[in-house]
């Protein structure tokens, strides 16, 4: 079955950090574009950064400079590192695997708060 799976999320304070975690199931993270998007309530999803299948990271701005993609081959799974956590990055994040009428694949979604 082909499915991708979002973990680590959780409450952190202002000036935290958390690490996301993206499994994959039937397929391989390395063959596909792989990307994390968050959605906050009330607001439009958003990409937050992309891995191509090359490698290759794309980070929106708000992501630059604190957060972190990874991908780990030998678990299947693509990682989020979010540091220096903001109030405004509280917001449900996704993770999605491939970018065309192919092949799309959305996890169901990992909250994310940050709060005092």
């Known amino acids: 079955q082909v499915q991708v799976v979002e973990s680590g999320g959780g409450l952190v304070q202002p000036g935290g950090s958390l690490r996301l975690s993206c499994q994959a199931s039937?397929?391989?993270?390395?063959?596909?574009?792989m990307g994390w998007y968050r959605q906050a309530p009330g607001k439009e999803r958003e990409l937050v950064v992309g891995?191509?299948?090359?490698?290759?990271?794309n980070y929106e701005p708000l992501a630059k400079g604190r957060f972190t993609v990874s991908r780990d081959e030998s678990k299947n799974t693509v990682n989020l590192q979010m540091n220096s956590l903001k109030p405004e990055d509280t917001a449900v994040y996704y993770c999605?695997?491939?970018?065309?009428?192919?092949?799309?694949?959305w996890g169901q979604g990992t909250q994310v708060t940050v709060s005092s």
């Open positions: 039937g397929f391989n993270v390395g063959s596909y574009w």
């Open positions: 891995i191509t299948s090359g490698g290759a990271h």
């Open positions: 999605k695997a491939g970018a065309t009428q192919f092949f799309e694949v």
